[in-house]
């Protein structure tokens, strides 16, 4: 009887030592970038230098996540002045008018160990549309600076211009259908 309680003791105090942490990114470690084919024959890479994302898990492999990822649209940045200014205008990302860019996930399903489909929905220019990305939950370590556990992660895919109705103007001969998204993150656990 004492070994089945301390068992189960040992077994509660697990659960409870994962149930519900909350992470957030650091941004110092932190990168969400795009590429997309210019002209059919170029790529152009940018970033959102400004963004917020939150991870809320009971699961230590991160199975179970939920991802909360808020965008400053004004942030981007391709490394040409006149290009990020465009893009700023109401031609493009219309910052006055959409100020963030949103993801909620609605799911996460196990492909393999670590690696994952996240499942949700993005919001860009007010419309939303699900979406599926595939992320490597890279592993959890004590950061030896701030001692505290961080997680890493990796996230890859595709998103449709033509899905948010985003830039009809440019053509596909102008500008690709597709967006390759390519983000990595350092978070910290808050809680």
């Not at 600076?145 to 595709?158: E, N």
Request: aromatic fraction near 10%.
């Amino acid at each position: 009887m004492k070994k089945t309680f301390i068992l189960f003791a040992i077994a509660l105090l697990s659960t409870a030592a994962f149930a519900q942490t909350t992470w957030k990114n650091d941004p110092m470690h932190s990168k969400l970038g795009f590429t997309i084919t210019h002209l059919m024959v170029s790529d152009v890479d940018g970033i959102f230098k400004d963004f917020t994302c939150t991870i809320v898990a009971s699961k230590p492999d991160f199975s179970d996540a939920k991802f909360q990822l808020t965008i400053n649209t004004a942030s981007i940045n391709t490394d040409v002045d006149y290009r990020d200014k465009d893009l700023k205008s109401a031609n493009y990302f219309d910052v006055a008018t959409y100020p963030t860019i949103t993801f909620n996930s609605t799911g996460v399903s196990t492909v393999s160990t670590n690696h994952y489909k996240l499942n949700g929905n993005l919001t860009l220019k007010g419309v939303t549309k699900p979406v599926t990305m595939d992320l490597w939950y890279r592993g959890t370590i004590i950061n030896p600076m701030s001692k505290k556990d961080d997680a890493g992660f990796k996230l890859t895919g595709v998103i449709k211009r033509s899905d948010f109705n985003f830039a009809s103007q440019a053509g596909t001969s102008m500008l690709s259908d597709e967006i390759i998204i390519n983000a990595n993150g350092e978070f910290a656990k808050v809680q």
